[in-house]
């Protein structure tokens, strides 16, 4: 137990990007006394990619991890930045391509409202208007809730200075975007993010749809590291700011007394005490499984893991093939590409005679013999990521980095027995593959010198990922971002336990998710504060406060409460870190 100090002020359950980077506000704020306990023996989560025969394979987020311009960042940029991680970002224009063979459409998009506006306009005229009219319209709400994530103003001030919040809200996305009288296919071209997710924007609010499309249109900046250099990073400044970090430590439980976390058992069976604890891992897991004794978990926190359905799975084929991009017909850094616009995803698990296609037709397809779907999950769209035009030094010279990632429901490899799963992820690969060759034209197949399948198995094996589903749960007019936002207190169904990343609150996965659960237990630590006004000696953490009131970070170091022992690390520990 001497591995472990007696008492820290937050424990957090999970080294990704969202847990390290609660860790790393924490400490900014002034909280340091603070573990980070991770199963894996390496920092980063979904995010950190892996090494297999000398290759970095990186999970590529084009899709939120928004960084804003140096000028401009976003709450994201501006962090990472603050924490000295700003080396490797640079900016990329282009937003992504989408093609749609049977829809006649292949266009690229770039960022800046107004040159995708011009773009769209190009291939579809006269669609200019209304195309910047719904992306300004989704800039004033993203920038809304930028503001009100903070602090939610009196009814006069939200009128005045939010007006465009207000109008929207209560609507959803399908609705909005009917007022813009847009040609289908203008819709289409902008819509395709959404039929990739398998969101009906019938049912997602526009508040969240106005907050993807305005940073999906907005300039940004990539990593041009891969993301598990940048986890590293984290972890080490963590480390070097007095965080203790442990790898190879799987969170069994998380213990709860009279309504109050109290710490967690490790599977080791270490029972580590904490005032706090942030988990990164879905409340879906954590009510039903983790918390002990099961008598405090609150009716409340099952009905709300009940009432949320969960985001899809990916089904990932992740290649590095001998040869540049252009040589292997890859064209972009980021494609959707699809025969179909259906985006009502089914909830049925692949059915015994889809299960049956898949293993028994002989060969792949190869161009037109490609099921009419283009899609061989339930999901109608397909991503194409390159990293070669935005993350150079996350390639190996001379190779082409691609992967094609379909989503599923979580439920889609249900029924698919362990005798079937290698097949089924072979032939599915298969089809990915024949699929994107469809639209490049140039066959690389034979030049393919690594393959990687990944599905809502592998991620939920690895990473203990929650039934493998990548994007937290599917958002819903009766679960509106700003209801939740307003309703913190009352999601709080245990206190001490807080949520980072997915899901867990309104702000999203991974880093923002990871500083708005940091903020919770900062206000949380500032309220018991402020409410202790006898003066009498506290063992609370005290956050240090601005002059503003806000909390910030003083440099000073908290003292620490008994030094952590010389680490006696079990042989599983020995035998599984790796930094
Ligand atoms: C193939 C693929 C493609 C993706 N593409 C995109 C994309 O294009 N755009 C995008 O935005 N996102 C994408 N994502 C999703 C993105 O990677 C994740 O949403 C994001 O990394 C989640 O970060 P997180 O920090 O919230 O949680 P996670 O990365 O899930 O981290 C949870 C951490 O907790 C650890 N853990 C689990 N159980 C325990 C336990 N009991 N005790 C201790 N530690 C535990 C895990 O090992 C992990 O490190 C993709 C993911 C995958 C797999």
Redesign the pocket.
């Known amino acids: 137990m001497d591995f472990y100090k007696e008492r820290y002020d937050v424990i957090i ?7 390290l980077a609660a860790a790393l506000q924490l400490q900014s704020k002034g909280v340091s006394n603070v573990l980070v ?4 023996n390496f920092p ?4 950190a990619g892996y090494v297999q025969n000398g290759f970095e394979f990186q ?7 928004f960084v804003g311009t140096k000028k401009e960042p976003s709450k994201t940029g501006q962090f990472l930045h603050d924490m000295g991680m700003d080396g490797g970002w640079q900016p990329v224009s282009e937003c992504y391509r989408v093609v749609l063979p049977d829809f006649d459409i292949d266009v690229t998009l770039h960022a800046g409202y107004e040159r995708a506006a011009r773009e769209i306009n190009a291939v579809v005229p006269g669609t200019y208007d209304g195309v910047i009219g719904l992306m300004n319209l989704c800039r004033q709400v993203h920038d809304s809730m930028d503001v009100l994530s903070g602090n939610w103003p009196g009814r006069m001030q939200m009128m005045m200075k939010h007006a465009e919040f207000v109008r929207t809200a209560g609507y959803s996305a399908a609705e909005i975007i009917s007022t813009f009288r847009l040609p289908q296919k203008a819709v289409d071209i902008l819509n395709a993010q959404w039929v990739y997710m398998g969101y009906s924007l019938d049912t997602v609010p526009f508040t969240e749809y106005a907050l993807w499309m305005a940073e999906c249109f907005a300039e940004n900046r990539l990593c041009q590291e891969p993301l598990a250099k940048l986890a590293l990073k984290m972890q080490k400044k963590a480390e070097a700011s007095g965080i203790q970090v442990e790898f190879c ?4 439980k998380i213990l709860v007394k009279n309504g109050k976390v109290l710490g967690v058992r490790t599977a080791h069976g270490d029972e580590i005490h904490g005032d706090y604890v942030i988990s ?2 879905y409340p879906d897991k954590v009510y039903p499984q983790m918390v002990e004794p099961s008598s405090e978990v609150p009716q409340n926190a099952l009905r709300f893991v009940n009432s949320h359905k969960l985001s899809a799975a ?1 089904v ?1 084929v992740i290649m590095t093939i001998d040869g540049t991009p252009e040589e292997n017909g890859i064209r972009n850094h980021f494609t959707f590409f699809s025969n179909t616009l259906d985006d009502e995803a089914s909830d049925e698990p692949l059915s015994d005679a889809e299960v049956e296609h898949i293993l028994t037709d002989a060969e792949p397809p190869l161009k037109d013999d490609v099921p009419a779907k283009g899609c061989p999950t339930n999901y109608d769209c397909i991503t194409a ?1 390159c990293p070669n035009y935005a993350s150079q030094a996350a390639v190996p010279e001379g190779y082409t980095l691609l992967y094609l ?1 379909a989503l599923a429901p979580v439920t889609a490899f249900q029924n698919i027995g362990e005798d079937a799963y290698h097949d089924v992820k072979r032939r599915l690969a298969d089809e990915l593959i024949a699929a994107y060759i469809n639209i490049s034209g140039v066959d690389f197949r034979p030049w393919i010198t690594e393959v990687e399948v ?1 599905t809502a198995v592998t ?1 939920s094996h690895r ?3 929650w039934k493998g589903a ?2 937290g749960h599917v958002p819903a007019m009766e679960h509106h971002v700003a209801a939740r936002l307003r309703m913190k207190k009352q999601e709080r169904f245990i206190e001490g336990l807080a949520f ?3 899901d867990g609150n309104d702000a999203g ?2 880093v923002p ?2 500083l708005e659960a940091a903020q919770d237990v900062l206000n949380d630590m500032d309220e018991k504060r402020n409410a202790d006004d006898s003066g009498q000696k506290t063992d609370k953490p005290v956050p240090q406060k601005g002059t503003d009131g806000s909390s910030q970070n003083t440099g000073k170091p908290i003292p620490e409460e008994g030094a952590v022992a010389p680490k006696q690390k079990k042989e599983a520990v020995e035998n599984g870190k790796q930094n």
Request: no cysteine; net charge negative; hydrophobic share 35%.
């Open positions: 359950i999970g080294g990704s990007l969202a847990g306990l991770e199963r894996g980063g989560g979904q995010a999970i590529p987020l084009p899709g939120t991890m430590q799987e969170v069994d990164t891992l990916p990932s990521v990632t990944t991620i990473l203990g990922t990548i994007y980072a990343g997915m996965i991974q998710g990871g």
